[in-house]
T-cell receptor
Framework: AQTVTQSQPEMSVQEAETVTLSCTYD???????LFWYKQPPSRQMILVIR????KQQNATENRFSVNFQKAAKSFSLKISDSQLGDTAMYFC????????????WGAGTKLIIKP | GAGVSQSPSNKVTEKGKDVELRCDPI?????LYWYRQRLGQGLEFLIY????????KSGLPSDRFSAERTGESVSTLTIQRTQQEDSAVYLC?????????????FGPGTRLTVT
């Protein structure tokens, strides 16, 4: 079965600290995309960062970066200089190129940034 | 429009009643997805539309669930004879073209409560 596991149901850090959210997935395919989405209390799902599996270089978007370990099927998200607005649910997901780009989702990690 | 919109924002219905949820995708987006998000969980794929192709209904949980989309415009998700386990947030997402853009843009969701 294709699954995504986020082992941290909840995390909290002080503002300006760095936090890493973990994600592991299970697929036998070699071509896929990986995503981190953020869902604040407004419910709006927002794409944070994405990674193509064929790329070895880790994706970076400003304060957000990933550590992609393809052999280990691991895709962690690092948030640097965390801000109060980063408080949200964070979901890891992947999609296969030959499955209508359906997203397979993890259960999410609730991240709380404390002032 | 500027983004994906969904209506209603919240819906409370009695067990056994039918409900209809609406999604307006981003103009020009050929692909449209419906997901269900139960409280504290990740997203479950329900159905996928791509242009005029036959929809992928593999995620629909029962024959009480159905969805329609006319061309590349509005989609409606219908749940007949609602049950309490149908209570969830229903999210709609659209993307421009599966071969060129795999990013899904999400609407704010409809929170369905079945009493």
């Amino acid at each position: 079965a294709q699954t995504v596991t986020q082992s941290q149901p909840e995390m909290s850090v002080q503002e300006a600290e760095t936090v890493t959210l973990s994600c592991t997935y299970d697929t036998s395919e070699s071509n896929y995309y990986l995503f981190w989405y953020k869902q604040p209390p407004s419910r709006q799902m927002i794409l944070v960062i994405r990674q193509e599996a064929y790329k070895q270089q880790n994706a970076t978007e400003n304060r957000f970066s990933v550590n992609f370990q393809k052999a280990a099927k691991s895709f962690s998200l690092k948030i640097s200089d965390s801000q109060l607005g980063d408080t949200a649910m964070y979901f890891c997901a992947y999609s296969l190129l030959d499955s209508n780009y359906q997203l397979i989702w993890g259960a999410g990690t609730k991240l709380i940034i404390k002032p | 429009g500027a983004g994906v919109s969904q209506s209603p924002s919240n819906k409370v219905t009695e067990k056994g009643k039918d409900v209809e949820l609406r999604c307006d995708p981003i103009s020009g987006h050929t692909a449209l997805y419906w997901y269900r998000q139960r409280l504290g969980q990740g997203l479950e794929f329900l159905i996928y539309f791509q242009g005029n192709s036959a929809p992928d209904k593999s995620g629909l949980p029962s024959d009480r669930f159905s969805a329609e989309r006319t061309g590349e415009s509005v989609s409606t998700l219908t749940i007949q004879r609602t049950q309490q386990e149908d209570s969830a947030v229903y999210l709609c997402a659209s993307s421009s073209y599966r071969g060129l853009s795999y990013e899904q843009y999400f609407g704010p969701g409809t929170r369905l409560t079945v009493t």
